[in-house]
């Protein structure tokens, strides 16, 4: 199994730390000068990992100074569907919502 934690130990697995990975992905943007920084995945009640991912993000942001915003948060069962598809759809609608910032195109 790869990046699955499961309660079989006779079944070998590769994981990937994604609290860690996570907080350096993060940590990594801050450093650029970034501080509206965003998570986007679909729900995520039985996804360990995916659950340690957003661990790692609110940690990050906690340790650089940074306000959770909810508005940066979209947790939709849409990027379930199709990630690629869904993704743009849920951000797209953000934007127009202008619940999260918009990008700098000429940047």
Same mark, same amino acid.
């Given at each position: 199994? +790869?990046?699955?934690?499961? &309660? &079989? ?17 993060? %940590?990594? +943007? ?10 986007? /995945?679909?729900?995520?009640? *039985? %996804? /360990? /990992? !995916?659950?340690?991912?957003? =661990?790692? #993000? ?5 340790? *650089?100074?940074?306000?959770? *915003? ?6 939709? &069962?849409?990027?379930?569907?199709? =990630?690629? @598809?869904? /993704? #743009?759809?849920? !951000? @797209? %609608? @953000?934007? =127009? =919502?202008?619940? !999260?910032? %918009? ?5």
């Amino acid at each position: 199994m +790869l990046d699955r934690e499961i &309660d &079989d130990s006779e079944i070998p697995s590769v994981l990937v730390n994604n609290f860690s990975a996570m907080e350096s992905a993060v %940590q990594y +943007l801050y450093d650029l000068g970034h501080r509206r920084i965003g998570f986007i /995945t679909f729900p995520f009640e *039985n %996804q /360990t /990992t !995916i659950r340690r991912r957003y =661990e790692g #993000y609110c940690s990050a942001l906690k340790k *650089n100074g940074l306000k959770y *915003n909810p508005d940066y948060v979209i947790i939709d &069962d849409l990027l379930r569907l199709d =990630e690629l @598809k869904g /993704t #743009y759809a849920v !951000i @797209k %609608q @953000k934007v =127009e =919502e202008e619940k !999260i910032p %918009q990008l700098c195109h000429a940047c």
